[in-house]
């Protein structure tokens, strides 16, 4: 198994940085997938970035160009580095990591951080 802790959330003015660690523990090995999500208030939860172990990375069209997903090379920690970010950044960020389980893929969930971007 698999467990997810988040950190670095806060509060910020518009166009200020934040970046958000998640660190993993237990069976990293089979982590196939390190992802960003959020959800923003009365939204539906969304995919922010991810990366896969060999460092492909994606990225949600409103985030590119402003956001950074990264990780350690061990899949212990990754990272969301967040620059100029926007009001409409306001949201609950959660690490999400998919497992191989035997020939299943599984999601693992972070239990989230707020991030508040408000003048």
């Known amino acids: 198994q698999v467990q997810l802790v988040e950190s670095g959330g806060g509060s910020v003015q518009p166009g200020g940085s934040l970046r958000l660690s998640c660190a993993a523990s237990?069976?990293?090995?089979?982590?196939?997938?390190m992802a960003w999500y959020r959800q923003r208030p009365g939204k539906e939860r969304e995919v922010v970035a991810n990366?896969?172990?060999?460092?492909?990375?994606n990225y949600l069209d409103s985030v590119k160009g402003r956001f950074t997903i990264s990780k350690t090379n061990d899949r212990r920690t990754v990272y969301l580095q967040m620059n100029n970010l926007k009001p409409d950044d306001t949201a609950i960020y959660y690490c999400?990591?998919?497992?191989?389980?035997?020939?299943?893929?599984?999601?693992?969930w972070g239990r989230g951080t707020q991030v508040t971007v408000s003048s």
């Open positions: 990366i896969t172990p060999g460092g492909n990375t």
């Open positions: 237990g069976s990293v090995s089979s982590i196939v997938l």
């Open positions: 999400n990591v998919n497992i191989l389980v035997d020939v299943t893929i599984e999601a693992r």
